[in-house]
């Protein structure tokens, strides 16, 4: 009897030993995370992420440390993440690029968007602007139209490269409005809007942040925007729906992800910090005047948005032909 009262005895000592441990042990974060970004700094996807960090690190209790990787069109520092520890301690910024398009058109890349990763929560959302380069002597977007229609792949419009954002906002604009423009790939968003305000090609759409000064200041004359309504910072643009295709947006958005298998219970810690960033006067403040739009939701929210947008990129890729060699 005595050896059994001893035995139970020091089970639940060493029980109550361990209790301290397994507390700190669940406490979420106990140092700071990391953000992995696909980019370099200076670019929309690093001032996306820096701006979360900066307003971040009171709701979370830990700074947020912002890690650039860039290099192949993101899939670098995805790779990165998708093989990080499942602790919630490496996140990944991404966007419908990596989670949607890439997917779609690309082979062999070195992560699976659909079982590497889980949703943590959404971040922001932009829209494009369709330019035309300062010589174009179409004004409206109607003018435009009409005269793709009368001469089918005279005008050029121009992209970021084959399969990017905006080839695809692009490809859509034209299946909607029913037009044919000749494409021409750029290796980047800078050569092409440079080719742009050089008057060497005649069309292109880029994202709000990127373009809004260049339009601003006429070196680019702005046709209209792609959202369902217009623009805050660019009131007198209208939008495609405005200018005569109906039912035409465009938007891209970013993100954060987490490892597959992190524990729910550390995702809502971190997508409820997000959250009371988003819905906090800086951060909304600081991404409304870059031409961004603060999108919190949950986990499930964007789990849906991914969804449906890769419903709907596939829809368009496999109608409009579009392949990366």
């Not at 080839?167 to 044919?180: K, N, V």
């Not at 971190?270 to 991404?287: D, F, P, S, V, Y």
Request: charged content about 15%.
């Amino acid at each position: 009897m005595m050896d059994l009262q001893r035995r139970r005895l020091l089970a639940a000592l060493a029980l109550t030993s361990l209790a301290p441990v397994a507390r700190a042990q669940a406490a979420f974060p106990d140092h700071p995370p990391r953000l992995l970004v696909g980019f370099a700094p200076g670019g929309g996807s690093d001032f996306i992420a820096r701006a979360l960090a900066a307003e971040i690190a009171g709701p979370l209790g830990q700074p947020l440390i912002v890690e650039n990787r860039p290099g192949a069109g993101g899939a670098i520092a995805a790779r990165a993440a998708a093989s990080s520890p499942p602790n919630g301690y490496t996140l990944f910024l991404g966007s419908a690029a990596t989670f949607v398009i890439n997917p779609v058109l690309m082979r062999n890349l070195p992560y699976d968007a659909r079982k590497d990763f889980m949703p943590v929560g959404s971040v922001a959302r932009f829209d494009y602007v369709l330019m035309a380069r300062p010589g174009l002597p179409y004004k409206t977007l109607a003018d435009l139209i009409a005269h793709a229609k009368q001469k089918p792949g005279e005008l050029t419009i121009g992209s970021a490269g084959n399969g990017s954002n905006t080839h695809l906002a692009a490809a859509a604009f034209q299946q909607a409005a029913g037009i044919r423009l000749r494409h021409i790939p750029y290796k980047g968003t800078t050569p092409a809007l440079t080719d742009l305000a050089g008057n060497n090609i005649d069309l292109l759409f880029d994202s709000v942040p990127t373009v809004l000064s260049l339009v601003k200041s006429g070196k680019v004359t702005g046709l209209a925007t792609t959202g369902t309504t217009r623009e805050a910072l660019l009131p007198d643009l209208p939008t495609v729906i405005e200018g005569g295709v109906p039912g035409f947006t465009a938007s891209n958005w970013f993100a954060v992800f987490a490892p597959a298998r992190t524990p729910p219970e550390v995702v809502s810690a971190i997508n409820a910090a997000m959250r009371k960033a988003l819905t906090g006067e800086a951060l909304r403040a600081q991404l409304i005047s870059t031409g961004n739009v603060p999108l919190p939701g949950s986990p499930q929210d964007l789990q849906a948005l991914v969804d449906e947008e890769r419903a709907s990129y596939t829809r368009l890729i496999q109608s409009s032909g579009i392949k990366i060699e």
